[in-house]
């Protein structure tokens, strides 16, 4: 068990969890194992990476501009690259310390508080920092990232000093807003949905959350203190304005990354290529089948629709914004995923080609059955078995080369802003969702994308969710991972090929071989929510 | 059947980086460094450095030349950059451009809007770089490196050009209007003294990201960087490739000549270096005594370690081609691209090297002691080496090798040992023995070269 989390936190945090399932976004858990990330170039004995030290990012801003979201979002990536990273909501330390049902003082962050909110505050704080220097000090943490408003000059000085004394570098990133109309985006999506506000009208209750916050937080200093080292974000991302007093790699890495991140709410979807002619054969990149046409008609016609009741839905609630949700639609440069795009095209959405979303390579296995690769490169299969998101066979791709191949990949589905479909070949989809939704990187492998379901990614500013849409009427032999997907990864040995798709009519988690199963995992269209409890919390 | 004809092909937008900026502040610098990067990665890159089709209607002119109330300079000025752009525009028509960067001081809104429009209108991307500097120090070394440097003073009196050039920044100062809110629905960088304070405005596609990613980390501060193989090891000298084994006796004597090697090179006073190894034995060992003789920090990085050559570690290049003919052949054919069984590619190691190269732009002084596979790409990155040749590059054990970044190029210059060792270069489609690189190739030492 994690020591650095009290029995009292756990207690008081509806939102933590020690252990979530591959549907559920796993980037509040805490790594077990201490297997690479998917997209980790190499390790070190101490577990830190690049050379750069010991780091606390610290957020700054008022509530509702969008500084949960940007530590969430940096968390992924830099685990994603085997930074070892957590993240330190001070919220939720608060609400472990004040007792459930009671607010919190009303002069709670004025700067001329009562003695006995100081001494709250002081508490609050110290808890929190107190197990940051324990996760960098004594379980290997790299990066913490500490998530609170820090409204105050002399606060953020104060904290670099002390960060500074246990030799840990400091980097603000303050996420700065004059933009009303995020703003208020902001507080609609993620602070408005609690109970208090249930009969409100939307923008009612906007209104009253602001004013709440700006009595609440009278004072707010934006960062002008150039003997620290801070990244300001203008407007999502508008402007970034970069004070660079000693940054190291990493650093300057994040920059990279928050110029391609902004706090727009768009959703992914990940739909798998049609059947195609020659499905053996990697090199033939063959055309569609007749099953493949009659795939992407249906795939197409179920997400429109879907699209379509969601749209109304929304309508009915009273919401706006469903006009600014275009779709545009990527797929690799392979013949199959392409034309799996038609109707898309044909309905008049913007199509866009990317050769690195081309699939795992197979190398010499490819058109081999698993016998004969078994035959052939019996001590190859041994060590895949070891190792499988690792293990390249013979002049192959392993699922760590596609991971960093597609790193561009994933830096501009960040930075795009409209919802977006992906159709690809399972393996890509696989390494994709394994960075939306944290997966370990040995899961990877053996995440399954049926055919008759389109995954939905529903991005919520602490967590990504994950739902499956099912396609209906489609002929059962092309729902499971298909024949055309070579066996790679090879399943264990004792596995009847192919198995049963994870999201099977039935809705019953895979009979695949119990060893191979990650634990915890779900019926597929079970969908878990965590409550969201935002409204009390002005941070 | 031909793939189906809708949905766009190009991964990347096209982009023309313009540099913007007082003369002596580094722009020509960033210009080709930003090139020799994005060609490294594999993303054709060209610099259109408007200075030099300025040189050929005029090539030596004096400071009055860039007089903004001097019609005919300022005629001839804009000539240049109308026969720049044009050029670039015909570069990007050819379909092989993806990235260009005009070099030239483009002080004026006027000039920016310009740019800014043709570009537009030919549907390439126009992103600024701006370079500010106010640190007089700075731009003073600036100065003394391009009056030995710039075409324009080839042969002249040093002290004369350097007053000539003071003049002609006076010249620009006069007219120069920085980037401000005016032009804030351009995409923009702005280097503010060196990168210590930096604006990042409206960056709409990744490439542009990845671009301002390389730039932040690049300095233009004067400095060297060493590079050396390990002495030569056990494994060097039965032939065997990878491993990790101990340094031979002859390795450990440069090892020990490494410190005065290294002082020979010249080491400007009071400079601080910092030495970095793989975590391998053999390159550890070879620093060893410098670190000792002259208390230089040192890390060791795993990024530096030796490619992979994985089902091959620790076979002589005779058992490879004995045991894995094909892949032996497949190798010499696409020696980049080739990649070992359960091992690396030397594409693998440059993806690797990436962080190194960051982190190499961010610091000042370095002796790298690394292996040869690692040591080409990192050569290849400094003296832009294309693909097709790195691979092959002799770089042959105990010498040194100092690069020297100058504003229109790198310097290099060898220093050789003078301790004896094997060969470990092999030439294309020869047979599976090390061999010693052909003379006519071969660098004299302490040569010199732009």
Request: net charge neutral; hydrophobic share 35%; with cysteine.
């Given at each position: 068990?994690?020591?650095?989390?009290?029995?009292?936190?756990?207690?008081?945090?509806?939102?933590?969890?020690?252990?979530?399932?591959?549907?559920?976004?796993?980037?509040?858990?805490?790594?077990?194992?201490?297997?690479?990330?998917?997209?980790?170039?190499?390790?070190?004995?101490?577990?830190?990476?690049?050379?750069?030290?010991?780091?606390?990012?610290?957020?700054?801003?008022?509530?509702?501009?969008?500084?949960?979201?940007?530590?969430v979002?940096l968390?992924?990536?830099?685990?994603?690259?085997?930074?070892?990273?957590?993240?330190?909501?001070?919220?939720?330390?608060?609400?472990?310390?004040i007792p459930?049902?009671?607010?919190?003082?009303?002069?709670?962050?004025?700067?001329?508080?009562?003695?006995?909110?100081?001494?709250?505050?002081?508490?609050?704080?110290?808890?929190?920092?107190?197990?940051?220097?324990?996760?960098?000090?004594?379980?290997?943490?790299?990066?913490?990232?500490?998530?609170?408003?820090?409204?105050?000059?002399?606060?953020?000085?104060?904290?670099?000093?002390?960060?500074?004394?246990?030799?840990?570098?400091?980097?603000?990133?303050?996420?700065?807003?004059?933009?009303?109309?995020?703003?208020?985006?902001?507080?609609?999506?993620?602070?408005?949905?609690?109970?208090?506000y249930?009969?409100?009208?939307?923008?009612?209750?906007?209104?009253?959350?602001?004013?709440?916050?700006?009595?609440?937080?009278?004072?707010?200093?934006?960062?002008?203190?150039?003997d620290?080292?801070?990244?300001?974000?203008?407007?999502?991302?508008e402007?970034?304005?970069?004070?660079?007093?000693?940054?190291?790699?990493?650093?300057?890495?994040?920059?990279?990354?928050?110029?391609?991140?902004?706090?727009?709410?768009?959703?992914?979807?990940?739909?798998?290529?049609?059947?195609?002619?020659?499905?053996?054969?990697?090199?033939?990149?063959?055309?569609?089948?007749?099953?493949?046409?009659?795939?992407?008609?249906?795939?197409?016609?179920?997400?429109?629709?879907?699209?379509e009741?969601?749209?109304?839905?929304?309508?009915?609630?009273?919401?706006?914004?469903?006009?600014?949700?275009?779709?545009?639609?990527?797929?690799?440069?392979?013949?199959?995923?392409?034309?799996?795009?038609?109707?898309?095209?044909?309905?008049?959405?913007?199509?866009?080609?990317?050769?690195?979303?081309?699939?795992?390579?197979?190398?010499v296995?490819?058109?081999?059955?698993?016998?004969?690769?078994?035959?052939?490169?019996?001590?190859?299969?041994?060590?895949?078995?070891?190792?499988?998101?690792?293990?390249?066979?013979p002049?192959?791709?392993?699922?760590?080369?596609?991971?960093?191949?597609?790193?561009?990949?994933?830096?501009?589905?960040?930075?795009?802003?409209?919802?977006?479909?992906?159709?690809?070949?399972?393996?890509?989809?696989?390494?994709?969702?394994?960075?939306?939704?944290?997966?370990?990187?040995?899961?990877?492998?053996?995440?399954?994308?049926?055919?008759?379901?389109?995954?939905?990614?529903v991005?919520?500013?602490?967590?990504?969710?994950?739902?499956?849409?099912?396609?209906?009427?489609?002929?059962?032999?092309i729902?499971?991972?298909?024949?055309?997907?070579?066996?790679?990864?090879?399943?264990?040995?004792?596995?009847?090929?192919?198995?049963?798709?994870?999201?099977?009519?039935?809705?019953?988690?895979?009979?695949?071989?119990?060893?191979?199963?990650?634990?915890?995992?779900?019926?597929?269209?079970?969908?878990?929510?965590?409550?969201?409890?935002?409204?009390?919390?002005?941070? | 059947?031909?793939?189906?004809?809708?949905?766009?092909?190009?991964?990347d937008?096209?982009?023309?980086?313009?540099?913007?900026?007082?003369?002596?502040?580094?722009?020509?610098?960033?210009?080709?460094?930003?090139?020799?990067?994005?060609?490294?990665?594999g993303?054709?890159?060209?610099v259109?450095?408007?200075?030099?089709?300025?040189?050929?209607?005029?090539?030596?002119?004096?400071?009055?030349?860039?007089?903004?109330?001097?019609?005919?300079?300022?005629?001839?000025?804009?000539?240049?950059?109308?026969?720049?752009?044009?050029?670039?525009?015909?570069?990007?028509?050819t379909?092989k451009?993806?990235?260009?960067?005009?070099?030239?001081?483009?002080?004026?809104?006027?000039?920016?809007?310009?740019i800014?429009?043709?570009?537009?209108?030919?549907?390439?991307?126009?992103?600024?770089?701006?370079?500010?500097?106010?640190?007089?120090?700075?731009?003073?070394?600036?100065?003394?490196?391009?009056?030995?440097?710039?075409?324009?003073?080839?042969?002249?009196?040093?002290?004369?050009?350097?007053?000539?050039?003071?003049?002609?920044?006076?010249?620009?100062?006069?007219?120069?209007?920085?980037?401000?809110?005016?032009?804030?629905?351009?995409?923009?960088?702005?280097?503010?003294?060196?990168?210590?304070?930096?604006?990042?405005?409206?960056?709409?596609?990744?490439?542009?990201?990845?671009?301002?990613?390389?730039?932040?980390?690049?300095?233009?501060?004067?400095?060297?960087?060493?590079?050396?193989?390990?002495?030569?090891?056990?494994f060097?000298?039965?032939?065997?490739?990878?491993?990790?084994?101990?340094?031979?006796?002859?390795?450990?004597?440069?090892?020990?000549?490494?410190?005065?090697?290294?002082?020979?090179?010249?080491?400007?006073?009071?400079?601080?270096?910092?030495?970095?190894?793989?975590?391998?034995?053999?390159?550890?060992?070879?620093?060893?005594?410098?670190?000792?003789?002259?208390?230089?920090?040192?890390?060791?990085?795993?990024?530096?370690?030796?490619?992979?050559?994985?089902?091959c570690?620790?076979?002589?290049?005779?058992?490879?081609?004995?045991?894995?003919?094909?892949?032996?052949?497949?190798?010499?054919?696409d020696?980049?691209?080739?990649?070992?069984?359960?091992?690396?590619?030397?594409?693998?190691?440059?993806?690797?090297?990436?962080?190194?190269?960051?982190?190499?732009?961010?610091?000042?002084?370095?002796?790298?002691?690394?292996?040869?596979?690692?040591l080409?790409?990192?050569?290849?990155?400094?003296?832009?080496?294309p693909?097709?040749?790195?691979?092959?590059?002799?770089?042959?054990?105990?010498?040194?090798?100092?690069?020297?970044?100058?504003?229109?190029?790198?310097?290099?210059?060898?220093?050789?040992?003078?301790?004896?060792?094997?060969?470990?270069?092999?030439?294309?489609?020869?047979?599976?023995?090390?061999?010693?690189?052909?003379?006519?190739?071969?660098?004299?030492?302490?040569?010199?070269?732009?």
């Open positions: 068990m994690d020591t650095l989390l009290t029995a009292e936190i756990v207690a008081n945090s509806p939102r933590f969890r020690r252990k979530s399932s591959i549907f559920v976004d796993a980037i509040h858990d805490l790594p077990e194992k201490a297997d690479l990330a998917p997209a980790q170039l190499y390790s070190t004995e101490s577990g830190r990476l690049f050379h750069s030290g010991r780091i606390v990012i610290i957020t700054v801003g008022l509530p509702a501009r969008g500084k949960t979201h940007i530590s979002a968390a992924r990536y830099l685990r994603w690259l085997g930074v070892k990273t957590r993240i330190f909501h001070l919220g939720d330390y608060r609400r472990a310390t459930f049902g009671e607010d919190m003082p009303d002069d709670y962050f004025y700067v001329n508080a009562t003695a006995k909110s100081v001494l709250l505050r002081q508490k609050i704080v110290r808890k929190c920092r107190e197990d940051i220097y324990h996760f960098l000090n004594h379980e290997n943490g790299q990066i913490a990232i500490y998530d609170a408003v820090n409204p105050l000059a002399s606060g953020r000085r104060s904290l670099a000093k002390e960060f500074a004394k246990h030799d840990i570098e400091t980097l603000f990133i303050e996420s700065w807003c004059d933009d009303e109309r995020i703003i208020e985006e902001n507080v609609r999506r993620v602070k408005i949905s609690s109970p208090d249930v009969s409100w009208k939307s923008e009612d209750a906007v209104k009253h959350y602001l004013n709440r916050i700006y009595s609440r937080i009278p004072q707010f200093q934006t960062m002008e203190e150039k620290l080292n801070y990244i300001k974000m203008i407007n999502a991302g402007r970034l304005i970069v004070n660079n007093r000693s940054f190291g790699y990493l650093s300057n890495r994040i920059v990279f990354y928050l110029l391609n991140l902004h706090i727009k709410s768009r959703r992914t979807y990940f739909a798998r290529a049609g059947v195609s002619l020659d499905a053996d054969s990697y090199k033939a990149d063959a055309s569609l089948s007749e099953q493949g046409e009659d795939y992407a008609k249906k795939m197409t016609a179920r997400l429109l629709a879907h699209r009741e969601e749209k109304q839905a929304m309508i009915e609630r009273g919401e706006t914004g469903y006009e600014s949700r275009p779709l545009k639609v990527w797929t690799s440069t392979r013949r199959r995923t392409v034309e799996t795009a038609k109707y898309f095209h044909e309905n008049g959405y913007k199509i866009r080609q990317r050769s690195q979303l081309s699939q795992l390579h197979p190398g296995c490819e058109k081999m059955s698993e016998d004969r690769i078994r035959e052939e490169f019996g001590d190859e299969v041994a060590k895949h078995e070891l190792d499988p998101y690792h293990h390249r066979y002049r192959a791709e392993s699922y760590h080369d596609l991971a960093v191949r597609l790193e561009p990949i994933i830096l501009e589905l960040e930075r795009e802003q409209t919802d977006l479909l992906i159709i690809a070949h399972e393996s890509v989809l696989r390494v994709l969702y394994g960075y939306l939704m944290a997966c370990n990187a040995a899961d990877i492998p053996f995440l399954e994308f049926p055919r008759d379901e389109i995954i939905e990614i991005p919520e500013s602490y967590q990504n969710e994950a739902q499956r849409i099912h396609i209906p009427d489609l002929p059962e032999e729902i499971p991972a298909s024949p055309e997907d070579l066996k790679i990864p090879v399943p264990p040995s004792g596995v009847v090929s192919p198995t049963q798709g994870l999201g099977s009519p039935e809705g019953q988690a895979t009979p695949q071989s119990g060893h191979r199963t990650p634990s915890g995992i779900r019926t597929p269209r079970e969908r878990e929510r965590i409550s969201q409890q935002h409204v009390e919390d002005v941070v | 059947m031909p793939i189906a004809n809708f949905g766009t092909q190009s991964d937008s096209k982009i023309c980086v313009v540099m913007v900026g007082l003369p002596a502040r580094g722009k020509s610098l960033i210009a080709g460094k930003a090139m020799r990067y994005l060609g490294w990665v993303i054709p890159a060209r259109f450095n408007v200075g030099s089709y300025r040189r050929f209607s005029t090539p030596q002119p004096q400071a009055g030349f860039f007089d903004p109330h001097n019609e005919e300079g300022e005629r001839m000025r804009r000539a240049a950059a109308e026969a720049a752009m044009s050029d670039m525009l015909q570069w990007f028509n379909g451009g993806v990235v260009a960067i005009l070099d030239a001081t483009n002080s004026t809104k006027d000039r920016r809007r310009w800014y429009e043709k570009c537009t209108e030919a549907g390439i991307e126009a992103l600024f770089v701006e370079s500010i500097c106010d640190d007089e120090d700075l731009i003073m070394t600036n100065i003394k490196e391009v009056k030995t440097t710039s075409p324009d003073y080839k042969g002249q009196d040093p002290e004369v050009a350097a007053l000539d050039f003071r003049n002609r920044i006076r010249n620009y100062e006069k007219v120069y209007e920085t980037i401000d809110d005016d032009e804030k629905s351009y995409t923009y960088v702005k280097l503010i003294n060196v990168g210590s304070t930096v604006i990042i405005n409206q960056i709409k596609d990744y490439l542009s990201s990845r671009l301002v990613y390389y730039i932040q980390n690049i300095h233009i501060k004067p400095r060297s960087i060493w590079l050396s193989r390990h002495g030569e090891s056990e060097n000298l039965t032939g065997r490739i990878g491993g990790d084994s101990n340094i031979s006796e002859r390795g450990e004597a440069y090892a020990r000549a490494l410190p005065e090697l290294m002082r020979k090179s010249g080491i400007p006073d009071n400079t601080k270096i910092v030495i970095w190894t793989s975590t391998l034995r053999r390159t550890i060992q070879s620093a060893r005594h410098l670190k000792a003789e002259t208390g230089y920090e040192t890390l060791e990085w795993k990024a530096l370690d030796e490619l992979d050559s994985g089902v570690d620790g076979l002589t290049y005779e058992q490879i081609a004995e045991k894995y003919p094909e892949d032996f052949a497949a190798r010499d054919e020696k980049y691209n080739y990649r070992y069984r359960g091992g690396e590619s030397y594409r693998d190691v440059v993806i690797r090297l990436e962080p190194i190269i960051m982190e190499l732009e961010r610091s000042e002084n370095v002796i790298i002691v690394t292996h040869q596979a690692v080409r790409c990192i050569y290849a990155y400094f003296m832009n080496v693909q097709e040749q790195s691979p092959w590059m002799e770089v042959p054990l105990h010498t040194l090798i100092k690069l020297t970044p100058r504003a229109y190029g790198t310097e290099e210059q060898r220093f050789k040992a003078d301790i004896p060792a094997v060969s470990t270069w092999r030439g294309k489609g020869t047979s599976a023995k090390h061999q010693e690189f052909p003379a006519e190739g071969k660098k004299e030492d302490t040569e010199t070269k732009n």
